[in-house]
Structure formats: structure tokens, C-alpha cells
């Protein structure tokens, strides 16, 4: 609540003129320049605004993004809590997630990827909106979001934050990092539980009971010129949503329950080296092995996918051209345990890319960054992939962006439908039958700044963005009891508009944030909205802040009405809270936050499920379940 959103910390970093500022340097986009001197447009939360939210939501990073101009964080299980990320109006699936430009949660365990990441050991997020397929492959279609961890320093840290809930849930966070001349470590354990929580009286679970262990350690060897980083990365979950009777532990009568069981072990490796020529070798690896068994009445569905990720590139420059080239190599492979279907889900997907960047300063006033991409893939062949953006910053603290570029998506059973009908009846993949979907993208913004006096400031970012994704994937009924993934759409089209604006005085700030996104899926004789997207969204937000004392931040957000899957029109609503937090040393705070204070529920407009308790038929979810909650809890740094 207290932070910049992602969107407005860009604006105000893009025209400053601060020299701390412009030495923060964007990994995402594998080059050494500072965020205003960047064609491509870069939104960044840092690290105090990181800290910040870690106090409304320290288990995970959705407040993190949710709270973000043009992001929507949409929740696709009623009793489970799944949720994935929709940037500029289209699904997640179009969303590109990294930690430290890795992939991170893909395919199968997309579906749980946000509720389990825990945020202690970030050090930024990066977000770069519409077409990013020249360095990360075709499936940055809506952009991507880069989680940036934090590195070893010096001086040795130690953090640890404790939180409970009125929902019945517990975090335990805890970092620690610590160097020297030839090594450093990072480690990063968390421990989150939840109890179940039902605020409507429904006997279901808005929030469900789970647990999860998170373990993250990583060690960096320092060479004179080069660098190492290992790390893992293990989480594990029970999760167990659905009767709230059932949950409890009474077992006797029939009842309806998702219990899913998750678990996830990947490695790291980052190895860097500076040449004699002063150019940077750059070689990374990720291997990732998931697990998931999902049980729910009189069904079973379960699989291992393994991921990998293969890259080497070679960075120079100087301080007029930075480029970049290299290759990657991508895996996923899933095989199924159990399930329904006649058939298997199994897949595997190998593809492999070369790619080209260059960012030049053409002028004091005009720079430009240009990229292609060449992809080859083991079942769709060949894919060519160009991007530019253009930079111009003639005017007085004002910078003008434009950009654009094609990205694609390689089909997979895994999207966010086969979640919301539990991969219950779901039908293999027809590979001779379908096509790759193909995006083409276009993002244009202006920032301006203004210094009114030593103690008041304005900023104000405008911008316009299109995206078109021809052959959608759909997922289609064919009775009551099968499904099929075709692409019965030619295309969908995502265009609108993203207003930031931001008010500094003294120590108050005001944010306030405008989305605007139109989405049509058009069908061979008619376009309709595309549903749950609502197509209004506004963010303001009051800080008050006196420096190493107190924080106080008060939130609203308005949310349109949304087109539901049976043409019908949600209501619209507002969600308003309250954060405060009392910082007694560098080393101690206290936090207090009331989320969602007026209890906006989605069930006090309408019910979430239609037929018996033990047996729901759920309806679309297009507002929050969990109502008014309260956490707070207490931080420590040594």
C-alpha cells in the first residue's frame, strides 16, 4: 500500500535526475544501462517498496503486482485461491515469469506459481509490458515480470518478519546473506499456514488450510574477473480447500474438496566473466522438477513436469551502443500419473533460440534498441521474431517511448480453463490439428515532471498500448464430461490506456492510477467482450511518511463491471484499506494493515455456486471472497 506502484516508480525514476537513481541498472533486459536511458519502456518496484508490501502480504508476491496500473492479479478457484497474472487485459498464459531472468512457473505449475513465492529475498521486480520476445522467446506476449533477488553484500543481514491474519493464517519469513572476498551466501526460509477461512457462512473456504515450507539458499564464488552463483530452491504444499466440514476433520457425510499436494525442487547457476576484450560472458542454467496430485470427489489427476533452461550470451558496448547476442535452449516435458482423460496429457517441447539486441544513442535527444529473434521449435518449426522501441527525450523532463514487436505461444494443455474445470475430463493436445498462436504488439508512452517548488512535485505518465493474438487456444466443451483445447477464434485484441499520476508534498504523496483495456475476442461473424477483465480499474493511494518514525498509507480501488462467461454483466465495486506501521529502531517495527475494510465480498452480491454444498456447480469469480481481513506482526533486522 505504501509503495510506488511498479508503473509509477518507473515515471519517477525515467525523468529524474538523481544520481543514486540512475545508477539502478535493469537486469531484465541483459544490459548495463540506467532505466532513463532505456528505449524500452521498464516499470520497477525497488527495494523499500518491496519492503513495504512484504507487510500486507508476506507469504507471497501478489500485492506486489496486484496493485500495479495495467496488472490485474485474477483469482481462478473459488476454494483453493488459485490465481494468475492478466497484464493489459489478456491471460496469464501470455505472461512471462523470471527470478533473475530465469523462467520460474510455467505449464502445469503456473497454476500456483504466485502462492508460492514468499518476497523477503527481492531486491526489485521488473515489469516490461507488450512484446519482449527477442531475449526470453515468443511467450512474453503480454510482457514479463522479472523478480531480481537480493545479492550478498559486505555487511552481513539478517531479517525476520512474523505475521498472523483474522483469517487464521500464520507467515514466518527469514533472510540472511553475508560475503567476503572470495564467497557469499543468501538463504531464504519461509514457513506460511492458513487454518481455512470462511466469511460468507457457506460452509466453503474462501481462503483454504495449507502449509508450505519455502528453502532457498544460494552461494556465489568470486574469481578476479568472473563470477559463480548455485542455488536451490525447494517448496513444498498441502493445500486443502472446499467444506469447511470437511476440512475440520469431519469425514462422514459426503462433501466437496479440492486437496492439492505440491512439490517443487529446481537449481540455479549463473556464471559470469569479464574478457580481455571488456566484454561480458554470461552462462545460466535452471532445472525444475514439479510435482502435483489434485484430488477432488471421484477424481484423481496427477503428473511431473521437469523444465530446463539453457543460455549463454556475450554482452559489450560502449557509451554510446550496448548489445547483446547469444542463444537458449528451453525444455518441458510432462508426464501423467493419473486422470480421466482416454489419453494422457503427455508432452515435450524442446525449443531452441538465437537472438540479437542493440541499443544506440543516436543523438543527446534520440536512442533506439532493436532485436531479433530466431526460434526453432521440435513440433511447430520456425519462428522470426523482430522488435524495436524508440527513445526521445528533446523536450524538458519528458521522455517518449514507442515500441513494438511479434511474440507467439506454443500450445500446452496447462492454461488457466484447464485449472478452473480441475483438468477433469480434459482431452490431449491435437498437435496435427492446431497451430501456434502469434501475437503482433504496440506500446507507445509519454513522461513528464514537474519541480513546482523544493517541496512539491507532479509527475504524470500516459500510455497507449495494442496487442492482437491471432489462433487463441479455447478451451472447448464437447458433452458434460469432456473437454477440448481448439481455435475455433481467429483472434483476440487487447487495446486501452494506462494513466499514472503522482503528488509529492513534504512528507505526503498521493498516487493515482487509470486502466482503461478493451478486449474483443472475435469470433467469424461477431466480436464480443472477452470475460472477467474489468474494463475500468482505478488505484489511488495516500502516504504519509516521516523518515525511520511512522508510515501511514490509506488505498481505494475501483474495479468496472466485467463481461462473465454467460454474457451477463458483473457489478462493479471498490476495495478500500489501511496500512500503518511504527518503526522504533533500524533493527525493530511493528505493523498493523486492514485490508479490505469494507468487506467487499463477491457472495454479497450473488452466490458463488448454484446446486447442493456437497456438490457445487461454481460460478465465475469476479471479486474478492475473503472480505475484511487483518494481519499484522513485527519485523526484525540484525
Same mark, same amino acid.
Given at each position: ?7 509509477? +516508480? ?17 537486469? @531484465?533486459?541483459?544490459?548495463?544501462? =540506467? ?12 527495494? *523499500? ?58 505449464? +502445469?505449475?503456473?497454476?500456483? =506459481? ?15 509490458? %507488450? ?25 552481513? *543481514?539478517? =531479517? ?12 514466518? #519469513? ?9 564467497? %557469499? ?29 519455502? !528453502? ?41 474438496? *479440492? ?9 540455479? !547457476?549463473?556464471? =559470469? ?25 471421484? +477424481? ?7 523444465? @530446463? ?24 516435458? $510432462? ?87 480441475? $483438468? ?11 497451430? *501456434? ?19 512539491? #512535485? ?6 497507449? &498500448? ?44 498521493? &498516487? ?40 501511514? %498509507? ?9 463481461? !462473465? ?5 458483473? @457489478? ?11 518503526? &522504533? ?52 533486522? $540484525?
Amino acid at each position: 500500500m505504501l509503495c510506488i506502484t511498479a508503473s509509477l +516508480f518507473f515515471l519517477e525514476v525515467a525523468v529524474a535526475k538523481d544520481e543514486e537513481v540512475e545508477e539502478i541498472l535493469v537486469t @531484465s533486459t541483459r544490459g548495463k544501462r =540506467s532505466f532513463a536511458d532505456l528505449p524500452t519502456r521498464v516499470e520497477v518496484l525497488g527495494g *523499500e517498496e518491496i519492503n513495504e508490501k512484504t507487510n500486507m502480504k508476506p507469504g507471497d508476491v501478489r500485492m506486489l503486482l496486484n496493485e500495479s496500473t495495467g496488472i490485474y492479479v485474477q483469482q481462478t478457484s473459488a476454494t483453493s485461491f488459485n490465481s494468475t497474472i492478466r497484464m493489459q487485459g489478456l491471460d496469464g498464459r501470455y505472461t512471462q515469469l523470471l527470478r533473475d531472468g530465469m523462467p520460474l512457473y510455467n505449464g +502445469f505449475s503456473g497454476g500456483l =506459481s504466485l502462492l508460492q513465492i514468499a518476497p523477503l529475498d527481492l531486491r526489485q521486480v521488473e515489469v516490461v509490458k %507488450g512484446a519482449s520476445s527477442t531475449l526470453y522467446g515468443g511467450g512474453a506476449i503480454a510482457g514479463l515480470v522479472n523478480l531480481v533477488t537480493k545479492r550478498p553484500s559486505d555487511q552481513p *543481514e539478517l =531479517s525476520v518478519i512474523l505475521n498472523a491474519t483474522s483469517a487464521d493464517g500464520f507467515d514466518a #519469513s527469514t533472510f540472511f546473506s553475508t560475503s567476503n572476498n572470495a564467497l %557469499g551466501t543468501t538463504v531464504l526460509a519461509s514457513y506460511n499456514v492458513s487454518e481455512g477461512f470462511d466469511p460468507a457462512g457457506i460452509g466453503l473456504s474462501a481462503i483454504p488450510e495449507f502449509e508450505r515450507w519455502t !528453502l532457498n539458499p544460494k552461494l556465489f564464488v568470486y574469481g578476479d574477473s568472473s563470477e559463480l552463483m548455485l542455488g536451490l530452491s525447494v517448496v513444498k504444499e498441502d493445500r486443502l480447500g472446499g467444506s469447511m466440514d470437511y476440512i475440520l476433520g469431519n469425514r462422514s457425510q459426503p462433501a466437496y474438496f *479440492e486437496d492439492s499436494t505440491t512439490l517443487r525442487f529446481s537449481t540455479q !547457476l549463473d556464471y =559470469s566473466r569479464t574478457l580481455d576484450s571488456g566484454n561480458e560472458l554470461v552462462i545460466r542454467n535452471s532445472i525444475s522438477r514439479f510435482t502435483r496430485e489434485l484430488l477432488i470427489p471421484d +477424481f484423481e489427476f496427477s503428473g511431473t513436469q521437469l523444465s @530446463s533452461f539453457w543460455e549463454a550470451h556475450l554482452l559489450g558496448g560502449s557509451n554510446i551502443n550496448d548489445w547483446v547476442f547469444g542463444m537458449n535452449l528451453w525444455t518441458e516435458k $510432462f508426464d501423467q500419473d493419473s486422470g480421466a482423460s482416454a489419453t494422457s496429457l503427455d508432452y515435450d517441447q524442446k525449443t531452441l533460440g538465437v537472438f540479437a539486441q542493440g541499443t544506440r544513442s543516436l543523438s543527446e535527444a534520440w536512442g533506439v534498441e532493436a532485436g531479433l529473434r530466431i526460434d526453432y521449435d521440435s513440433d511447430y518449426g520456425e519462428f522470426i521474431l523482430p522488435r524495436i522501441s524508440i527513445l526521445y527525450t528533446g523536450f524538458e523532463d519528458t521522455a517518449v517511448r514507442i515500441g513494438g514487436g511479434l511474440g507467439y505461444k506454443l500450445p500446452t494443455p496447462f492454461y488457466e480453463d484447464a485449472e478452473r474445470v480441475q $483438468f477433469r475430463g480434459l482431452q490431449p493436445l491435437q498437435v496435427a490439428e492446431l497451430s *501456434e498462436e502469434r501475437s503482433a504488439g504496440l506500446n507507445a508512452d509519454i513522461n513528464r515532471a514537474w519541480q513546482i517548488n523544493d517541496f512539491l #512535485s507532479f509527475d504524470l505518465n500516459l500510455l497507449l &498500448f495494442y496487442t492482437r493474438v491471432n489462433n487463441p487456444l479455447v478451451l472447448v466443451p464437447k458433452d458434460e464430461e469432456t473437454y477440448m483445447f481448439e481455435q475455433p477464434l481467429p483472434s483476440i485484441d487487447t487495446r486501452g490506456t494506462e494513466i499514472n499520476a503522482v503528488w509529492r508534498w513534504n512528507d505526503y504523496k498521493f &498516487f493515482l492510477g487509470y486502466t482503461h483495456a478493451d478486449v474483443k475476442e472475435h469470433w467469424r461473424r461477431q466480436s464480443i467482450d472477452s470475460p472477467l477483465i474489468p474494463k475500468d480499474r482505478v488505484n489511488m493511494v495516500f502516504v504519509y511518511e516521516r523518515e525511520d518514525d511512522v508510515r501511514v %498509507g490509506l488505498e481505494a480501488y475501483y474495479y468496472g463491471q466485467q463481461t !462473465l462467461n454467460s454474457g451477463k454483466l458483473s @457489478s462493479d465495486y471498490w476495495i478500500f484499506g489501511l496500512m500503518t506501521e511504527k518503526i &522504533f529502531t533500524d533493527k525493530f517495527s511493528l505493523f498493523l494493515n486492514f485490508e479490505n475494510f469494507g468487506d467487499t465480498r463477491q457472495t454479497r452480491d450473488s452466490p458463488i455456486f448454484s446446486g447442493p454444498v456437497s456438490k457445487p456447480e461454481f460460478v465465475d469469480i469476479y471479486a474478492p471472497l475473503e472480505g475484511f481481513v487483518v494481519n499484522g506482526g513485527l519485523k526484525l533486522t $540484525f
